[in-house]
């Protein structure tokens, strides 16, 4: 069934995090027809996610400061009024913006005057033997776990790879009663001192980390810092880990340490990439920002983008954290009621001024975490060469050098000629890996690029996108006169 064609709005907001329902909110108040959209049943993103249809938290349970700040946000949207479609995937944007999407009555497209993409990030892993296996997740997978379902990632979890989400899942776990049989960090103790400076910024989030830490060793949990995963292996009981010493680029070393570590599940990430497949489906101009997660568009300091019309908001834009994302989002709304007329410019540059004091200090700590969570070429360069890199579609380590030593110099031709990257997920999950394992062969992340964006930006069926469509509503012309 065909729900609407063609219904027109002021500013169609992409994705309901932070930064995404801040930015709706902000547009609704300048006097924009506003319409916000998310695959999820509500608002809040993955730091703010609310608990499924039909879940209620346990009586007497302490609300988490995210799940606080995320009813607030939700409860901000249907006191606003503004227009939600939740449950909706956006498959296909047209040059004109024209935006088609799927929802739970069908197919709807709506054409906005502006488009602002808040989509967020994905989850980085670098690929080791054994990644594939059952019981190995994300940490994005475990948090979804923990937060959402109320469930453990396993009875007794070893949580690895890079960033503040380690400490955060590890202490998820204990705090629902689970085991955490280490914490395996690529970074290093000094790199951590380092980048305090940037956390002082943000003294309650820094006190919580400094907690994390104190209940981790409380409750006895190792903590190997400058160290990675080698390899995970099935057994009975669940999952048997290598992990191993590492240098700063996160390359083993040839005489480190190496341990075993009984698991029944292995939750690792290694940092966040921007989500860029709406911008780069819209031909925006990107750059490689390795510091703050990777490729993401070119935006001006208000999140307009190199497309007219189109405007970036929130961790897409760069790596910042979910505290700075909601200023930000703002940031681009007030340019977007800005450039469609609806406020002057003097009211622009005063309410401009104080969101950008609102977003520096969270931001600061945001770009230190990022990083934290940057991608270690020696991590990149250790990956075995039977090792899958591209899990939808099975290419190995191996497939990827043989094509570049065959020639291929960019990603789309790495797609061409081995399908890494033409799955369900469009290369979001081996995009960023695949880059780097080309780079030496292309002289640069640069001139390796990226994948080139396409619909459907999501898997869809034919029947969602055809409907209730049936041969008998297909117009047959007259017969041409003899």
């Known amino acids: 069934m065909v729900e609407g064609v063609g219904h027109a709005v002021d500013l169609l907001v992409i994705g309901a995090g932070p930064a995404g329902a801040r930015a709706a909110l902000r547009a609704h108040a300048c006097g924009l027809k506003v319409l916000l959209v998310d695959e999820n049943h509500d608002a809040g993103g993955q730091v703010y996610r609310p608990l499924p249809a039909g879940f209620s938290r346990s009586a007497g349970a302490p609300r988490s400061t995210e799940a606080r700040a995320g009813d607030h946000l939700r409860a901000a949207l249907r006191n606003a009024g503004v227009d939600c479609r939740f449950g909706h995937k956006v498959w296909n944007i047209g040059a004109d913006l024209r935006t088609d999407l799927i929802g739970p009555d069908g197919s709807v497209s709506w054409q906005p005057r502006a488009l602002l993409v808040a989509t967020g990030t994905t989850e980085r892993v670098v690929p080791f033997e054994g990644w594939t296996l059952p019981g190995v997740m994300g940490l994005a997978a475990a948090t979804i776990l923990l937060k959402s379902q109320n469930m453990l990632p396993g009875r007794r979890t070893l949580v690895a790879g890079s960033g503040p989400l380690l400490l955060a899942v590890a202490d998820g776990i204990l705090k629902a009663g689970g085991a955490v049989a280490a914490v395996v960090d690529l970074a290093s103790r000094a790199e951590w001192l380092r980048a305090l400076p940037a956390l002082a910024g943000r003294p309650d989030l820094l006190w919580r980390g400094l907690q994390w830490q104190a209940k981790l060793r409380l409750a006895g949990v190792p903590v190997l ?30 005489d480190g340490a190496r341990r075993t570590i009984e698991a029944n599940c292995l939750a690792v990430g290694h940092g966040l990439v921007p989500a860029t497949d709406v911008t780069r489906l819209l031909r925006a101009r990107h750059r490689y920002a390795a510091e703050r997660g990777g490729w993401i568009a070119e935006t001006d300091e208000d999140g307009r983008t190199s497309v007219a019309g189109v405007y970036l908001a929130g961790d897409g834009a760069g790596i910042a954290g979910a505290a700075a994302a909601g200023a930000h989002g703002e940031l681009a709304a007030l340019a977007c009621a800005a450039d469609l007329g609806r406020i002057g410019k003097a009211a622009h540059a005063n309410e401009r001024a104080g969101l950008l004091r609102s977003w520096t200090r969270p931001a600061r700590f945001g770009h230190a975490m990022a990083g934290l969570m940057a991608l270690r070429e020696g991590a990149v360069a250790g990956i075995a060469g039977s090792t899958i890199v591209c899990r939808c579609e099975d290419v190995t380590r191996a497939e990827i050098d043989a094509a570049a030593r065959e020639g291929a110099r960019d990603l789309n031709q790495l797609k061409a000629w081995t399908r890494c990257g033409m799955g369900p997920c469009q290369g979001r999950s081996c ?52």
């Open 225 to 254: 810092y400058r160290h990675g995963v080698h390899a995970a292996e099935a057994t009975n009981d669940g999952l048997r880990v290598q992990v191993h010493a590492v240098d700063a680029t996160g390359r083993p070393l040839a």
């Open 431 to 482: 995009g960023d890996v695949a880059g780097a394992l080309l780079a030496p062969h292309a002289g640069s992340r640069e001139a390796v690029g990226c994948f080139t964006g396409r619909a459907p930006l999501r898997p869809v069926s034919l029947a969602e996108v055809a409907g209730d469509y049936t041969y008998a509503d297909i117009p047959i012309p007259k017969a041409a006169p003899l």
